[in-house]
């Protein structure tokens, strides 16, 4: 289990593993020091999509 933080609108993951075979193909296709980049956009991407969730 990841260790997750939020401190002033800045969330903090620690130690996250990710299996998704898919998804590490889509990463590796691009270059190393853009990981960080894209898993952030990613992350947010896929949090907004589930803005109002906690409602239901």
Not at 20 to 37: G, I, M, N, T
Request: hydrophobic content about 45%.
């Amino acid at each position: 289990m990841a260790d997750i933080q939020i401190d002033d609108g800045i969330i903090r993951i620690l130690t996250l593993e990710i299996q998704d075979p898919k998804a590490a193909a889509v990463l590796s296709a691009y270059p190393q020091a853009r990981w960080p980049e894209i898993t952030r956009r990613a992350i947010k991407i896929g949090l907004g999509y589930l803005k109002g969730g906690e409602q239901a």
